[in-house]
Each structure stands twice: as structure tokens, then as C-alpha cells.
């Protein structure tokens, strides 16, 4: 959850590109954060903002009835807390269309403008869009990405996700 641990990011990340649609953008020395969201195609899409912090915020929808139904399922896994109060951060604050981008067609455009810009992690912390974001990243995924970490769902917590077993296997 949140941004890159340590050791990786003063030790080994360089440079680091992050997209928050819900923020505003930075460009510093080897640092740029951009208002876009990740996907496996350049398009417009809704982007969905739940609970107060935001935390939760995702292009996918939440799986509210799912949820409801199977919570006996999810309720011994991770912190008691969270699972208790999923519901109460699960409302829909707002919701706005953002630009989605794949992160092959972004970095092709960004090496063109910043040169020796090199990126090998992926971190990923998109409520279930993962498996869009590896789509678009196959070429970044295969030539140069060395390591990765996902936030994955072993239960559709959100509606139309890919589960862990399924992204792992195509990785």
C-alpha cells in the first residue's frame, strides 16, 4: 500500500514515474508524476473515488454485493480492522473520466523527450487494474522490468478484476 519501501527506493529506483489521477503533475530531476491513470489501451474512462482518503480509488467499480454475500470469505484474511470497515471506506465519494495510458506507449514518448531515462520496477496499487496495466506494459514487462510488485486479489472484490492465480499465471 502507498509508495515504493525501502531498500528499493533511495537504493536501487533511479528514477521513478508515478500516475495518480487524482493528482496534479511533477517533473524533477528523475522524478515525474502525471494525472493519468495505467490500462491496456490509450482511452478515457471513469475513475472511481471511494472513502474519505481516497484509499481505494480505482477504474474498476467495487464489487459491493459480492461483498455483502461471501464477507464470512474475506473477514479472517488481513487486518480484522480494514475487513470490518470495508464497507464504511467503500463509499463512492465521486467519480471522474481520466486519461488512460499504456505504460509501452508512455515510455516509448517519455525516453524520446528524457533521454538515458532508464526504468526497470513496476510497482502497481490500482485496486484490481493490474491485469489491464500488465497488458500494456508487455513490452516493458519482457525487455526490462526486473522486478514487480502488484497488489493482487485472491476474491473479486472489485467487479471484473483478473484474480491473483490468473495474472501470475500469464506473468
Known amino acids: 500500500v502507498g509508495g515504493i519501501e525501502e531498500p528499493w527506493r533511495k537504493k536501487y529506483i533511479n528514477n521513478l514515474i508515478q500516475f495518480e489521477p487524482n493528482e496534479s ?12 491513470a495505467l490500462s491496456d489501451q490509450n482511452k478515457m474512462e471513469t475513475f472511481y473515488v471511494y472513502g474519505k482518503n481516497g484509499m481505494g480509488s480505482s477504474l474498476k467499480k467495487q464489487n459491493i454485493k459480492w461483498f455483502k454475500k461471501y464477507h464470512n470469505l474475506v473477514s479472517d484474511f488481513g487486518k480484522r480492522k480494514l475487513n470490518e470497515s470495508w464497507l464504511e471506506r467503500s463509499k463512492l465519494i465521486k467519480s471522474f473520466d481520466v486519461e488512460c495510458i499504456q505504460l509501452d506507449h508512455f515510455l516509448n514518448n517519455h525516453r524520446k523527450k528524457y533521454k538515458y531515462c532508464k526504468f526497470e520496477f513496476l510497482k502497481s496499487d490500482t485496486q484490481g487494474g493490474e491485469w489491464e ?27 471484473n478484476i483478473k484474480l491473483e492465480g490468473e495474472i501470475k499465471e500469464f506473468l
Do not use: H, S
Open 133 to 159: 496495466i500488465l497488458q500494456g506494459a508487455e513490452n516493458f514487462i519482457k525487455d526490462e522490468c526486473l522486478g514487480l510488485e502488484l497488489e493482487l486479489f485472491k476474491y473479486p472484490l472489485y467487479e
Open 25 to 36: 503533475t511533477i517533473v524533477r530531476d528523475n522524478y515525474w508524476k502525471y494525472p493519468f
